[in-house]
């Protein structure tokens, strides 16, 4: 099937689905905060900086699709763009330091709502591919399940824990 994971380099499906979750929790808390406080930093206002996001969401809802369909060409693995587009991400958010005029910013969240939306598609791709038979709409449905819990529990205790990071620099609430 197409953009199946060989088997070879699957086994131990569950192995590779918790590698997949790991990532999603831990990188998806900090980012929103730390990019947000960079351009105060730069003297970009909170509200305005807030707006850059739209041009991370745009870009990760029209890239979804076309990687979609990159992942049912044949010779092109899931694992490996989303390896790439974690990559590139990465090269971006260091290169971000260099960003201190708005156009640079918004070229900064166009790349990085690509590479997050290119992340977000392959890791289901490969995830679900990782099964095989019944086990794969049950492994789905669990990688779904727990992302989901994350996602909703994660903004209230990502807030917590960033609050209290703050109140432990500054000394007081």
Sequence with gaps: MRGEI?????QGGIRVFLLFEKRKRYFSKAH???????????????????????????T???IRPVIGRLCD?????????FQIAAALEGIA??????????????????LYG????????????AVMFCFKG????????????ITNIVSAFGPALGGTSDSLYLVSLRGRP
Aim: glycine share 6%; aromatic share 14%; with cysteine.
């Design 6 to 10: 060989p088997t070879q380099q699957c």
């Design 32 to 58: 929103f905060f730390l990019q947000v406080r960079y351009c105060e930093t730069i003297g970009i206002p909170p509200t305005q900086s807030s707006k850059l996001y739209i041009y991370s969401g745009v």
């Design 60 to 62: 990760s809802l029209l």
């Design 73 to 81: 060409v044949k010779w092109i693995q899931a694992h490996f763009l």
């Design 93 to 110: 958010s260091l290169l971000l330091a260099l960003a201190t005029k708005n156009v640079y910013l918004v070229l900064y969240f166009i």
């Design 114 to 125: 690509c590479t997050d939306g290119a992340m977000g598609s392959a890791m289901c791709v």
């Design 134 to 145: 019944a086990k794969r709409v049950r492994g789905f449905g669990l990688f779904q399940s």
